[in-house]
C-alpha cells in the first residue's frame, strides 16, 4: 500500500490537483525533484566544493549533505515526524540550511518566519500550524527565546525547542551541540530514505507581509518552488560557477528564489551576508569573488553614498545586480549599469508570479520595466484586468492576476482570505497595479489598495513617488492617502532627506511642478522623517503610515473622528489604535 502523502495528511491545505501535478511535469515545467535529491546530486558530483558560506565559515555539498542528514535524524529522535510543521527564525548564516533541509529530508514542514516577526506573528504561527518544534536564534539584540517561553502554554504539542548561534537557555537545546553527536551511525545508511518527501508535498511555508493583520502562510511544494529556481535562474545567467550573495533574511521568499535556489539548482555556491552595510558587501564579494547580489532600494542608496569606496575593493567578480522588492528608481539602475554591473529588474511574490529583466536586456527596459513572466505558457498565465474583471488594454493600469504552474492554491487554514484571494476561474489577485507595454513587458504602478482617489481623480503613489525622489536632496519617499472631507482623499508626502540636507514642502513642490506632475497629484501635506514603520518583511508599511497621518489631522481638527475612524476602517484600524498606542507606529526603520 502507498505510503500517505502530505495530500492525505494535512487539513487546510489546497494542493494542486493530480491532472494539474501530471500536466505540468509533462510540459517540463516540473521536475519531480525535491530538495533531497539535489543536496544528494551536488555531494555525489561536487563533493569538495563549497555549497554555503558565512560571515565565519564554509561548508562543502559533502559536509552540508553529512549535517542535514545528522539533524534529520535528531529531529526524528527528538519527536518531528514527517508533516509535521516547525517554526523557523533565524539570521544568515549555514546553520539555518542545516535546519530547512534537515527538516526537508525527513518531510516536515519548515514555517518561515523572519527577524522582525515578533510574539504577535510567532505565536499565531505556532497556533495555527500546531507546530511540533521552535527553532530560534541566541546572542541577537532581542531575546527570541524568552518571546517564545512567554507562549510556551498555548503550544502544548510543540516538543523541541532548539536555539542557532550560542548557548542555549533552560529548556532549549542548542543545534551546535546535536551537530557535535553523530548519531547517523547508530542507524542504517539508507535509514532516512522511509522519510523522504514527495515532490508533490509542501516544502516550506512562507509567511506574507502582513501589513496590518496577522501574516497568512503560503505553502510552497517542492515542484512548484523547484521550476522557479529553474527558470528564475536561467533569466539571471545562474551557472554552477554562480556564486549569489544573499543581503537580505536568508529564510525570505526572495533570496530563496532569487540567490540560493538557483545555485543549489545548478550547483553553485551561495554566500550569506548577517550584517548588510555597504563595507561588508565589498568585503564579502572580494573574499568570495560573488557573482549575483540582490539589492533592495533602500541599500542601492546606501551605496550611491559610499560610491567612492567602492574602487578599494575588488569587485570585478559581480556579474548581476538584482533590484526587488520595492520599485527601483532609474537612476539607481544607471548607478550599476555605469559601473559596468549587468542589472535585472525582479518582480516576485512568495504566492508564486515572477517576472524579471534579464541580465542582458537593453538599458531601457531595465530602467524603466520588469521584463516578462519567466515562463509564457496558459499553464501559467498573467493577466491585468479592472475592478470587474476585465482584462485591460495594453498601456492600460489593472491588477495583475495569475494561476498556474508558478502560482499556489490558497493561503493555509484561511477560506475568508481565499474567497478574497482567488476568483471562481482560480486566478490569484495580487494586489498590484501594472500596466503592459507594447513589447509585451510589464510596468509596476503601485499596490491596489495604495491607490488614492482624490476628487474623483485615480491617483497611484508610485508615480508621484518616482518624480519626488528625483529631487537631489530626497533619498527615499513614500507617499499615501490621507481622508478629506471635500476631496475623499487628499496626499500626504513622507520625505527622507539625503544625509546633511533639508527639504522642504515649498521646494518639493516647486519640483514637482517643473516635472509636469498634474495638481491632483501635488501633495497636499508633507512629513520629514528619518526612518519608516516597516512591515514584517521590511517593506514601508504604508498602512501604518495612513494611520499615523489620518490620527494626526483628527487631533490637529482637520477632520471630524468619524471620518479618521471609516477612513481606517479599511486597514482594519481606527484613530484610537493609534492614539492609545494599540498599534506601534516607528519611524526608525530601514526597508530591506
Known sequence: MPRKTHRDLIEGWHPYTLEECARYTAKGFWHKLTTCDLLDRNALVLPHKVAYADETKTVTWLEMQQRVNRM????????????????????????????????????????????????AEVSHEARHHRVTGMVMPVGERFDYTGMVDEFRGEIPQAKVFLTVGGKAPEGWTAVEDLLGQEIEKEYPADYLEQF?????DIMIEHLSGGTTGIPKGIPRTYNDQICQWNYQGRALAHTDDSVPMVALPVLHNAAMVLLFGPAMFRGGTTVLCKTPTPENMFELIQRYRVTHLLLIPIQMTYWVDVKDRMKEYDLSSLKVVM???????????????????????????????????????PREVQMHTIGRPIITDPD??????????????????????????????????????NKKAFDEQGFMHSGDLMSLRPDGRYVVEGRKKDMIKRAGENVYPAVVEDKIVEFEKVAFCAVVGMPDQKLGEKLCAFVQPVKG???????????????????????????????????????TNKSLLRAYITAKAVREGAISKEIGDAYLKRDKMSVDDVWEGKIKIDFTGTPG
Open 501 to 539: 540636507q533639508t527639504v522642504t514642502f515649498e521646494e518639493l513642490i516647486e519640483h514637482l511642478k517643473n516635472m509636469g506632475v498634474a495638481v491632483y497629484e501635488l501633495p497636499e501635506r508633507f512629513e520629514v522623517v528619518d526612518g519608516w514603520p516597516l512591515t514584517a518583511v521590511n517593506k
Open 380 to 417: 501559467a498565465q498573467f493577466r491585468l484586468v479592472d475592478d470587474v474583471g476585465k482584462e485591460v488594454e495594453p498601456g492600460q493600469i489593472g491588477e495583475m492576476i495569475s494561476r498556474g504552474c508558478l502560482t499556489f492554491k490558497g493561503y493555509f487554514r484561511a477560506d475568508e482570505e
Open 196 to 200: 523522504k518527501p514527495h515532490p508533490d
Open 323 to 361: 533590484g526587488a522588492a520595492e520599485k527601483v528608481r532609474p537612476e539607481l539602475v544607471e548607478f550599476f549599469l555605469d559601473r559596468g554591473f549587468q542589472f535585472a529588474n525582479c518582480f516576485g511574490m512568495a504566492e508564486g508570479p515572477l517576472i524579471t529583466t534579464r541580465w542582458d536586456n
Open 72 to 119: 534529520a535524524h535528531h529531529f526524528l529522535r527528538l519527536g518531528i515526524q514527517y508533516a509535521d510543521f516547525v517554526v523557523l527564525d533565524l539570521m544568515n548564516t549555514v546553520e539555518a540550511f542545516y535546519m530547512v533541509f534537515g527538516l526537508n529530508r525527513i518531510g516536515a514542514i519548515p514555517v518561515m518566519c523572519l527577524p522582525r516577526h515578533r510574539r
